[in-house]
């Protein structure tokens, strides 16, 4: 896994959103996966801005969901189709079909994980993921030590339940997500690993240091043949 260090976080989004809009002109029907978050909300903000200024030509890709807290959909703030929306897809010109989004209130959870397996599979899988970590290292919800292979409902780790509080404006009780398996993860062509802030300095020291295990979820990255792991400066530096 490359490492490169920014300077600040405008400058990580920036370097993202450069990657992206690229993968976007060498491939128009690109299929893209963007964590929801706190963390790519700079990337949401310049890749609409510049897909609309730059002109790129947008209409033919498709971005699929990484993950989903069960039992919230796009009428929950914070929840990640309303984050995604508000901040990247609203602002876009999209067909319908050009969004394929895990329905957290799906009455069938496991059809619901099949029916993203089978557009996965249909899209010919997927070519460019930009993922967040948590402070426990997960990727999606793929929380430490549960091996998921395609879409999974996991229980989510208390690490997971102590920090999502910062996602919501009033308390929410959550006990899954649905997320892509790892599978789905290690099989894109291109990934990049997004941190900022002091944070997350120990989580990603921990995944610089330690060999690929499902201990810490983001190790895993390490086995894959195209992975970035791109930062800034805060995010580096051990909190004192
Ligand atoms: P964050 O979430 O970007 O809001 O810190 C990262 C994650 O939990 O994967």
Redesign the pocket.
């Known amino acids: 896994m490359k490492e490169n260090i920014l300077n600040n976080y405008e400058q990580l989004c920036s370097v993202i959103t450069d990657e992206i809009i690229e993968q976007i002109k060498y491939k128009p029907k690109s299929v893209i996966t963007i964590?929801?978050?706190?963390?790519?909300t700079g990337v949401y903000k310049m890749l609409s801005e510049r897909l609309i200024s730059e002109q790129v030509d947008y209409s033919k890709i498709t971005f699929v969901s990484l993950?989903e807290w069960v039992g919230l959909d796009i009428n929950t703030n914070g929840s990640c189709i309303e984050t995604l929306s508000s901040h990247l897809f609203n602002n876009l010109n999209l067909n319908e079909d050009q969004i394929v989004f895990f329905n957290g209130v799906a009455t069938n959870l496991t059809a619901e994980c099949n029916r993203i397996d089978n557009i996965i599979a249909k899209l010919g899988g997927i070519d460019f993921m930009v993922?967040?970590?948590?402070?426990n290292g997960?990727?999606?919800f793929n929380e430490p030590n549960i091996i998921t292979e395609n879409s999974s409902i996991v229980s989510l780790a208390e690490k997971?339940k102590e920090?999502m509080t910062?996602?919501f404006d009033k308390q929410i009780e959550l006990t899954h997500g649905i997320t892509l398996g790892y599978k789905q993860i290690m099989e894109t062509n291109k990934i990049i690993l997004?941190?900022?802030g002091a944070?997350?300095s120990k989580i990603i020291e921990q995944t610089i240091k330690s060999e690929a295990s499902y201990d810490i979820p983001s190790t895993i990255l390490k086995k894959h043949s195209n992975c970035q792991l791109l930062i800034d400066k805060d995010a580096k530096e051990v909190e004192a």
């Open positions: 964590a929801g978050g706190q963390t790519p993950d993922l967040g970590i948590g402070m997960h990727l999606g997971t920090v910062k996602y997004m941190a900022s944070k997350k």
